[in-house]
């Protein structure tokens, strides 16, 4: 049973503290002396308590004892109302998040040392793909992981008698980073702020503030600052080095959070600026479909006709809807590589796709995209520097009629064909439909024994 003394005592100094913390600009207070807590016989891991969840939030019932180490501190305002913790000093393997309201935790539960947390009555959830413990919020029915008042906190946290020690963080690269690593301290090497964002500051004035990080490979990375922070006004170095954070993210994005400006090392010139974006009229699309049997089953198909493998960074392809002349969707297919000789296959929906055609295109553009044609539509195809490369169809025309009309059938590129055209020329295409109208093939075609998605020939 923890001592009534210790209680009052640890009720009083965070009382005190949290008062302080309000009143005082200087904020380098001296750690309060043996607030701490041995002899709970810890029952549960991070990992044990993960597999717990269930997928939704609930309150812990069973007198589980975690311990965990402390990684994040809030002593330069980078981080407020919440501790992160971990499950080893090297190496980790899990972290989880506590949501606490508490300023200056840092004073209570310093970074290194090990604190032991009685689980039940705690509310514990996952967001995001982070696993988080703490109070209870609800929200129009809606139950989350809230904040856990301070003077709850003594009945709950536990800072360890034993001193704390330094923490070694995991050294990984940008594409390494996942799920696994979320909470747990991270060192990357080789990185520098993205050039279009030098010479700002960490942090907009009060604002949350993500800046973007990039290795050589032009991997990226967001790291995220307070607008709170001591060193929100500083400018972001412009050189190269290494970065320590806590690992966190929010519905898209990873993002590093430091603790401090020591975390950051940056004293090697910036990567040689690497070349990444192309333009060739070798790429073109070379064939259209929209099965007269599936819907499910309609795609777009690019083919490179060149001898050299091509980055697709920056390039458009785009959908004009019916008569349209503003674009009605598009998409952009940075991040592909098309090699040479061979094509690239986009469909709407990729899980129909593969049950189609027995394999998974190479790219999922969703409903009503540049993809999901029904045969009436008109396409444009724009390298990374905006200039048109191919064209199927006239953009302002509806196709209904015409000679680019490709529904129920497809529209193939003719082999002798060897790149894109920004103009488009009937005689280049084989078309089948249903109406055969203006030189067309009265054809209908059916998925997915008429089609031939990634072959080209």
Request: proline share 3%; with cysteine.
């Amino acid at each position: 049973m923890v001592n009534i003394k210790n209680d009052l005592l640890y009720s009083f100094l965070i009382g005190c503290f949290v008062l302080l913390s309000n009143c005082v600009a200087d904020k380098n207070f001296d750690v309060p002396d043996k607030l701490c807590k041995d002899g709970l016989e810890v029952n549960i891991t991070i990992e044990d308590l993960k597999n717990r969840y269930v997928g939704q939030v609930f309150q812990i019932q069973e007198n589980l004892i975690l311990e965990a180490v402390v990684i994040s501190s809030d002593k330069e305002g980078n981080f407020f109302s919440v501790l992160h913790c971990q499950d080893k000093y090297e190496n980790p393997e899990h972290g989880i998040q506590i949501e606490i309201e508490l300023q200056d935790s840092h004073l209570f539960y310093p970074e290194g040392s090990r604190i032991v947390i009685k689980l039940k009555g705690l509310y514990f959830g996952k967001s995001r793909g982070v696993y988080k413990i703490g109070g209870v919020f609800t929200s129009f029915g809606n139950v989350s992981v809230g904040r856990l008042p301070a003077l709850s906190l003594k009945q709950h946290l536990f800072l360890s008698c034993t001193e704390a020690k330094e923490l070694k963080p995991k050294l990984i690269t940008i594409p390494e980073i996942n799920d696994t690593l979320l909470n747990t301290l991270i060192t990357i090497n080789d990185v520098e702020f993205s050039q279009e964002i030098l010479g700002l500051s960490f942090a907009e004035k009060k604002e949350e503030t993500d800046r973007s990080l990039e290795d050589c490979e032009g991997n990226k990375l967001f790291v995220r600052n307070s607008g709170y922070s001591d060193f929100q006004e500083q400018i972001m170095p412009s050189l190269r080095g290494s970065i320590t954070g806590v690992l966190s993210r929010d519905t898209k994005n990873y993002q590093l959070i430091i603790r401090r400006l020591e975390d950051i090392s940056f004293s090697e010139e910036r990567c040689e600026e690497m070349v990444d974006e192309f333009t060739s009229t070798s790429i073109f699309i070379s064939e259209l479909a929209d099965p007269d049997n599936n819907s499910s089953g309609r795609y777009v198909e690019l083919y490179n006709s060149g001898e050299t493998s091509l980055s697709l960074k920056g390039w458009l392809l785009q959908r004009f809807t019916n008569s349209n002349t503003e674009v009605s969707s598009e998409v952009d297919l940075s991040g592909l590589i098309i090699e040479p000789n061979s094509t690239l296959v986009l469909a709407s929906h990729a899980e129909d796709f593969n049950s189609i055609y027995g394999f998974f295109p190479d790219l999922e553009v969703g409903a009503n995209g540049p993809a999901d044609s029904n045969g009436d539509d008109n396409l444009v195809l724009l390298d990374a520097f905006g200039t048109v490369i191919d064209v199927f169809g006239v953009v302002g025309e509806d196709g209904s009629g015409t000679n680019h009309e490709f529904e129920d059938g497809r529209a193939v590129r003719k082999s002798n064909v060897l790149k894109g055209n920004p103009t488009y020329i009937f005689f280049e295409w084989i078309i089948t439909n249903d109406t055969g109208g203006s030189g067309t093939i009265h054809n209908p075609q059916v998925a997915p024994d008429d089609y031939s998605p990634g072959y080209h020939n």
